[in-house]
């Protein structure tokens, strides 16, 4: 076991020292809940509450800059009514940049060592439901990791009945009683799906097509966090539509989305935060 919070190699060593080192930043002990803004719902931070804190995420052990937009990441600290703690991890390191599945699982790790009970991850998506137009948020109720990959390793025998916690998909529904449920398939990216593999993704019983998610959500099971996931269904998936859906007009149904994306994510999370001891 390593004292120099730089220097872990051991993946769970290093979420410790992260969870370490935003304690000493923050001067807070503990979080109750985490949250990872995918695209499309980074307008929610801003809803929550009162930030206690802000770090660039590369500045925290573990938390790497993407390799492509060279855009660091925040890691925000928001206390909501109530007095509950939630850490807005605004940086995902995606499987498909190659840094490893420790990498793209670093953030729910170090959500878990904060004392987070519960992880909330949304992303942006493909849709294979014709009546998800773009801009749609959707529930995720189970997933199918098709990435080849695991963040467990070893002989642990993680039960993932139920990875998307029942209870916290009830809460969101409470709030936003027209929301749908979906199965979240995860490829390995970067690229888009053919139509033919859209139709596989069909045929086993996905609906929503992504690169993200999927190996978080696991890793947030094997450390006992309770998980909920949004989608937003940022296009319909390759072959779903007809025609070829416009860039301008994806980008404008998620714009069009954001300011109910924001809602309904905060909504959820003050939900979640009255119904969590602290
Ligand atoms: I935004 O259609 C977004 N992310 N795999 N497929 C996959 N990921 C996505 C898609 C999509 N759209």
Redesign the pocket.
């Known amino acids: 076991m390593t004292e120099n919070a730089h220097t872990a190699t051991d993946p769970y060593e290093l979420a410790k020292d992260a969870a370490q080192a935003l304690r000493s930043a923050s001067g807070i002990d503990r979080i109750d809940i985490a949250v990872t803004l995918g695209?499309?719902w980074s307008g929610a931070a801003e809803l929550l509450g009162t930030e206690l804190f802000s770090a660039p995420a590369d500045s925290i052990p573990g938390f790497q800059k993407p390799q492509v937009d060279g855009h660091v990441g925040t890691l925000r600290i928001f206390e909501v009514e109530g007095g509950a703690r939630v850490l807005v991890l605004g940086a995902r390191t995606h499987y498909y940049e190659g840094k490893g599945v420790n990498a793209t699982v670093h953030g729910v790790r170090t959500a878990a060592e904060f004392g987070a009970s519960t992880l909330v991850l949304t992303?942006?998506?493909?849709?294979l439901n014709e009546q998800w137009r773009p801009g749609s948020p959707v529930l995720i109720a189970d997933h199918i990791n098709f990435t080849g990959d695991s963040p467990i390793t070893g002989a642990t025998f993680v039960d993932q009945t139920d990875i998307y916690t029942p209870r916290l998909r009830e809460i969101a529904k409470k709030v936003d009683s027209s929301l749908d449920e979906g199965v979240y398939?995860?490829?390995r990216?970067p690229?888009?799906?053919s139509p033919a593999e859209?139709h596989m993704a069909r045929v086993l019983g996905a609906n929503l097509?992504?690169?993200s998610t999927a190996l978080e959500a696991m890793a947030a099971r094997e450390a006992g966090l309770d998980v909920l996931g949004f989608s937003?269904v940022?296009?319909?998936?390759?072959g779903i539509s007809p025609t070829p859906l416009n860039h301008e007009e994806?980008v404008e149904a998620g714009r069009a989305a954001a300011p109910r994306l924001a809602k309904l994510l905060s909504d959820t999370i003050h939900a979640i935060a009255k119904e969590t001891d602290r």
């Open positions: 695209s499309g992303n942006g998506c493909g849709g398939m995860q490829f990216g690229f888009y799906e859209v097509v992504g690169m937003l940022t296009n319909l998936a390759a994806v």
